[in-house]
C-alpha cells in the first residue's frame, strides 16, 4: 500500500531530524491504520478525488506528527506534547504529562469525521436478568 503523504509533503509542514527512511516508515504505519479504520467503517479510499486525497495527506501527516512531536530544539522548556506543566522558583521545580509518552498513531474525532467515519463507534448492552420487567417512565 501506498502511503497517503510523502516525506516531501511531511518535511513542507512539519520540521523534523528523522531521515527519509524512518519518516516513510511511520506514514506507511499512519496510512495502514487509516485504510483499517476507514475499512471497518465502510469509506472507499481506492480512488480518491483531490479534497478527499488533500485530507488523506493532512491526517496522515498530522498523525505523525502527534507520535513523533515536532522535532525542533525549543527554546523555551515545555516539551512537545505536554498537556500539563507546572513549575516553582525558590527550590526549583519542574514536572509535565505528555498526552502521547509512547508515540502511538491514532485518529481523532474530527480527523474520523474529515475522513467520512461519522459513526461513533459505541454501542449500548443494556443486561437483563432473568425475567425481570423494566418499568415503564
Not at 515536532?70 to 516553582?88: K, R
Not at 502521547?100 to 454501542?123: C, H, I, Q, V
Request: hydrophobic share 40%; aromatic share 10%; with cysteine.
Amino acid at each position: 500500500m501506498t502511503a497517503f503523504a510523502t516525506t516531501a509533503q511531511y518535511r513542507a509542514k512539519y520540521a523534523t531530524e528523522l531521515d527519509d527512511g524512518t519518516l516513510a516508515e511511520w506514514l506507511a504505519d499512519a496510512s495502514d491504520i487509516m485504510a483499517a479504520e476507514m475499512g471497518r467503517g465502510g469509506v472507499d479510499y481506492s480512488d480518491p478525488d483531490e479534497d478527499f486525497a488533500a485530507r488523506l495527506m493532512r491526517v496522515c501527516r498530522d498523525m505523525v506528527r502527534r507520535a513523533i512531536g515536532d522535532g525542533s530544539s525549543a527554546s523555551f522548556s515545555i516539551p512537545y506534547g505536554a498537556t500539563q506543566a507546572s513549575m516553582a522558583a525558590g527550590g526549583y521545580s519542574e514536572s509535565f504529562t505528555i498526552g502521547n509518552p509512547y508515540g502511538d498513531l491514532y485518529l481523532k474525532a474530527a480527523e474520523r469525521r474529515a475522513l467520512g467515519m461519522t459513526g461513533s463507534g459505541f454501542a449500548v448492552a443494556v443486561p437483563s436478568f432473568g425475567n425481570a420487567e423494566v418499568p415503564d417512565d
